[in-house]
């Protein structure tokens, strides 16, 4: 499928940020290491067996600081490429709630995910305005593609789900093709989260969420089965 970008903006990088390196290196409790011979020991991490919940591409942290602080019974994982997101994401984390205990930060890729997580051990993943990747060349890249969902299946625990939100209608549309073809079991979808009343019930909105829904941009959400 070849498409062009459907928001009313996109992303922008942020730019390099001297400070959190220094930052990163004062905070390093908050990270989880990055070189590893063996799956991570969460439950020896979090000092508990909670449920783990993953957020692929967790942005600035504001959803995902949210999330944790609302939900003590679960260990989150927010997982982020660039190094300088993860810093602003952290220090976030630790101005909003310098006592929260049940998250940690990954700076690492997607496609890395069977070298950090054990098979059968996350509870539910956030995929939260992923990256479209707009033209066909791309679409093994994006993060709903056949061999992300491939990875996705074999972490997640039995039942376990995916949360998808995306502002992006083709990438909407791509993700519920990529759905059906790869059988996993559609739990539910909008292409109007705003007027569905069930999806927006405890709905956490992101920063890119927030602005784009407030200058009238429908957002796609899906709900999908292990």
Request: glycine fraction near 4%; charge should be positive.
């Amino acid at each position: 499928m070849d498409f062009t970008v459907q928001s009313l903006g996109f992303k922008m990088r942020l730019r390099n940020k001297p400070w959190t390196e220094s930052f990163l290196k004062e905070n390093q409790w908050w990270l989880l290491p990055v070189i590893v011979k063996e799956p991570l020991n969460l439950e020896k991490i979090y000092a508990n067996k909670n449920p783990i919940h993953l957020e692929i591409g967790c942005g600035k942290g504001g959803f995902i600081t949210n999330l944790a602080s609302q939900n003590k019974n679960i260990n989150f994982v927010a997982m982020e490429k660039e190094t300088t997101v993860i810093g602003v994401a952290v220090k976030k984390s630790l101005t909003t709630n310098p006592d929260l205990k049940n998250l940690r930060f990954l700076n690492s890729y997607a496609e890395k995910l069977e070298e950090y997580f054990s098979t059968n051990s996350v509870e539910r993943i956030y995929l939260n305005f992923s990256d479209p990747w707009p033209k066909s060349r791309h679409a093994k890249k994006r993060l709903t593609f056949t061999t992300f969902l491939n990875i996705y299946k074999n972490i997640l625990v039995d039942g376990g789900e995916i949360h998808i939100k995306t502002d992006n209608d083709k990438l909407y549309e791509f993700t519920l093709e990529m759905v059906e073809l790869n059988q996993w079991k559609l739990v539910s979808n909008t292409n109007d989260l705003y007027n569905d009343k069930n999806l927006l019930k405890n709905n956490i909105p992101t920063e890119y969420e927030t602005k784009f829904h407030n200058l009238g941009k429908n957002i796609n959400k899906i709900i999908i089965k292990k």
